[in-house]
Every structure is written in C-alpha cells, then in structure tokens.
C-alpha cells in the first residue's frame, strides 16, 4: 500500500497534465458550434475537385445577403406613404365658412338669387378641396402615389392631387373663374383662405408598420433543387449560380447533419481531432521541452493561452462571423515567445489555428492568413522590451493581413472591384489590440509567476538601490557579477 501511494506521489505530475489534456478537450470541444461539417471542400473561382455531384435530398436555393439586402431597399424606397384625412377638420372648415361668408359678401348687395349663387360656389369650392383633402406645406407629397385614410379605408391616389396652402389662391380663382365670378374671385381668395384648414397629416407609424409587415415577408430562398439533380461537373468552375446552390446545401446539410440521432458521433469526431492535436503538442513538449513539460506552471499557462484564443474567436464567431479578423491571433506567438522561444510559439500557433479551421468560414483562406502572420511574427519580433519593435512588427503583420486579403480576393473575384474596405479597418482593429501585448506580458508575469525579458532588464537596472550599494561597498563582486550575467545572456 506504502509503494502504491509512492508510486502515486511521484506521478501527481503526469496526472495533473493527464488532467488538464482532458479537461482543455472538454473545453474547446464545448466552444464548438454545434453544427456538422460539409464533406466537400470548394472556393468561389476554383475548379470542382470532386466526383460529379447530385442533390442528395430536396432543398431550397437559399438568397444571398446581398440579394436580401437588395429586396429590403427596394420595399423602403418603393413603399406608398400613409395618409390621415379629418374629416372633423373639414366640418369645421365649412362650419367657419357659413358663419363668415355674410362678413364677406352682404346679402343687400345681391339679390337674393345672387347672393345664393355665391353662397354655394364657395361650398363647392370648399367640396372639391376637401376631396382629397389639404395638407401642411413640410409633408405634402410632391410626387408619386399615397394612400389616403379616410375612415377607415385606405384609397390610392396620386399625390399631387392633395392641396397645400400655397396652391390654394390659384385653384380658388380658377374655380371662380368657371362660375363666371372672376370679378369677385379675390373676395373668395379672402374667405376662403381664412378658413381652410390642413386636414391630411403623414401617418409615418402606419407607414412604418406596412414596411415592417412586407419585410417580414421576404422569402429567404429562390426556387428549389430536387434530389438527384446534378449540381455541379468535375472540372466545372464554381461560380455565379452553383456557387449559390453549393451554399445552400451546405447549410442545409450541416443543419440536417446535426440532430438527437447523429449528435454524439459529430461530438466524438470533434474530440479526436481536437485530442490529436492537443497530443501533439504534449509530445513535442516532452520531447523537445523537456524542461518547459516538467514545469506544470508553464504547461498550464500553455493550455490557459490557447483556450483564451478559441473561447474568443468562436464567440466572435457566433456573434458575426465577418469580425473574425478582429480576433488579434498574433497575440500568442508573441507571448510564448517572450516566455519560451520563437520554435515553441509557432509550433503552438500553427496547432490553434487547425484547432480554430472547424470554426470559422472559408477555413483554407484563414489558416493560410493565421499562419504567414504568425511567421512573421515569430520572424520580427524580437527584443520586445524596445517599445519601437513591436510597433514595427504590428505594422508589418496588419501589412501581411491586407496583402493576403487582396490575393483571396483577385482568386476569388477575379478583379479588384467589389473589395470590402470595411475589412481593412478591422484589420488595422487587429494591430491595435495586438498592441495589448505589452500589459498583457505583464499581467501574465503576476498571474502565472513567470519571467520575461522586460522583467529580467527591470532587474539589471544599476541604479536600483541594491545594486548601487554593491557597487559601492564591493565593486570587483559587482563587476564580476556583471561578466558573469553577460556571458550567461550569451
């Protein structure tokens, strides 16, 4: 029992790491989107690799966001507005007007047919202006349709044919004109024009409402492919409409894959691979780093940096996946080279980013981008406690992300028109974050119990207190010490 417990004493090492290899799976394969993977493998430009493939199931053509986009413009320009016509504001309006019209004309200087001929013109003049109603000068719609509410019933009609105020003068002396008045026309300009009143108000929630009901109803699909229908050749290019169709199934098979029946072995492949390539890093550390794999600490912090990074990119994922290049992934090459060596920092780089392939888009095109940055991060930082180094070498990969963006994107277009410029600010996002790295070492140094470069020059600093005193009260030791300390730097 003693020996047992000996032999257990002496492994709690190798436990802890047998620990924590299996609890980094469980994490990583818990940040997973859950979703299976598509089968086959294709870019937009690029020939089909593949056997000649059929439509295994019924599916529908999904639409593009750009399409989507398109539809939901075109409602909000093309939307007839919404009109409100009060009818208590024209009562009103012909109340006023019976009750001012004998202070305009006076009945004793009219006979009485006259005065009744006039009397009635203005209430037909007041008629056809409240036909379709007045309204202020600020929401008169100048051109196109409208749809007038007019209890309750929404009528269309042109929009031109609702007054507004400044127009009224004219259409009441025309009118006039028409009842052989002309010469009173300016007396009806005067009553009239004192008691209309704007009765057509812009009804924008209705308006908004019709808009919101019609954009609900978009289609997200086009048409439909059945099963075994061809989609796409061997050696056929993949563009323009197999492109789409490509997508949409995709997507459909991805979402079908994952379901009660099938779930548990999508989730037992994602931890084999993702527990080969944790085991790859395990053995080159024990057999490369023997010193860095005898050290739990430096283990841990290891394992704690590259959870850091998947944990943040897949839930950059999840909340759009077009920032994924905000993500700065350089971050870690530049640390574990600053606590270990440049050979450990790209070989732990390269297996995260293979571990992030299953979670991004267009995977070939980010693990290539990840790895070239990463390399020129191995390959230029260097002496990172010189501010000015790092700053060259954030410039250098942000340079490395647009260039390699610029290359996808002539494979992929085939010209340099349509480019996403918002891409570039997120990749000029990404080295300023990088730039993070500073403090980061330093909060990392305290958490961990580690040692940098910055930290070990901090201690070499002469004009600390204890050093002064040596070099005061001993100065061969300290000059000694000094030696010693340069030859060990070479």
């Not at 089909?48 to 059929?54: A, D, H, I, R, T």
């Not at 009562?91 to 019209?101: A, G, I, K, P």
């Not at 007019?150 to 006039?176: F, K, Q, T, W």
Request: proline content about 3%; charged content about 20%.
């Amino acid at each position: 029992m003693s020996n047992r417990l000996d032999s257990l004493y002496r492994s709690q090492s190798e436990i802890y790491k047998y620990i924590l290899y299996l609890a980094s799976i469980a994490c990583i394969v818990f940040f997973f989107p859950r979703g299976g993977q598509f089968k086959y493998e294709f870019h937009k430009g690029k020939p089909w690799q593949y056997e000649n493939l059929y439509a295994p199931f019924d599916f529908s053509i999904n639409k593009t966001q750009a399409e989507i986009e398109a539809e939901q413009n075109a409602i909000q320009k093309d939307q007839v507005p919404y009109y409100r016509f009060d009818t208590s504001v024209a009562e009103r309006v012909f109340n006023s007007y019976d009750t001012l019209f004998p202070e305009v004309f006076k009945e004793d200087e009219f006979s009485t047919r006259g005065y009744n001929y006039m009397l009635r013109t203005g209430v037909q003049i007041l008629d056809s202006i409240y036909t379709t109603g007045v309204a202020i000068a600020e929401q008169h719609p100048s051109q196109g349709d409208i749809y007038l509410v007019r209890n309750n019933e929404a009528r269309r009609l042109p929009g031109a044919r609702v007054h507004y105020p400044d127009s009224l003068e004219a259409l009441i002396r025309i009118m006039a004109g028409r009842q052989g008045l002309d010469r009173y026309s300016e007396d009806f300009v005067k009553l009239l024009t004192r008691v209309v009143e704007p009765n057509v108000i812009s009804d924008g929630e209705l308006t908004e409402k019709e808009i919101q009901n019609k954009l609900a109803n978009i289609s997200t699909t086009r048409g439909n492919v059945d099963e075994g229908k061809l989609i796409i050749a061997k050696g056929e290019v993949v563009e323009s409409e197999n492109l789409k169709i490509l997508d949409s199934l995709k997507s459909e098979y991805e979402s079908e894959l994952w379901s009660a029946s099938n779930s548990y072995f999508i989730l037992a492949g994602y931890t084999i691979l993702v527990a080969l390539v944790l085991m790859m890093l395990l053995l080159f550390l024990k057999k490369y780093r023997p010193e860095v794999y005898r050290n739990n600490v430096n283990v841990t912090f290891i394992f704690f940096n590259i959870l850091v990074v998947v944990f943040l990119t897949t839930l950059v994922v999840k909340y759009d996946a077009g920032l994924v290049y905000v993500v700065p992934l350089c971050i870690l090459p530049l640390i574990l080279k600053t606590f270990f060596d440049a050979r450990l920092g790209l070989f732990v780089h390269v297996l995260t980013v293979l571990i992030l392939g299953f979670v991004v888009p267009n995977s070939f095109e980010y693990i290539f981008l990840q790895i070239v940055a990463g390399i020129v991060t191995i390959l230029t930082i260097s002496e990172l406690y010189k501010r000015a180094n790092l700053f060259i070498s954030v410039g250098q990969i942000t340079l490395i992300y647009i260039i390699g963006y610029f290359a996808f994107h002539i494979i992929h277009e085939g010209t340099l028109e349509n480019v996403v410029w918002l891409n570039f600010g997120f990749f000029l996002l990404n080295g300023m974050i990088t730039l993070f790295a500073q403090p980061l070492i330093y909060i990392y140094e305290k958490m961990f119990g580690m040692v940098s470069d910055v930290s070990l020059l901090e201690l070499s600093d002469t004009n600390s207190k204890l050093l002064k005193e040596l070099s005061n009260k001993a100065a061969g030791t300290f000059n000694h010490s000094l030696q010693v300390a340069n030859l060990a730097e070479a």
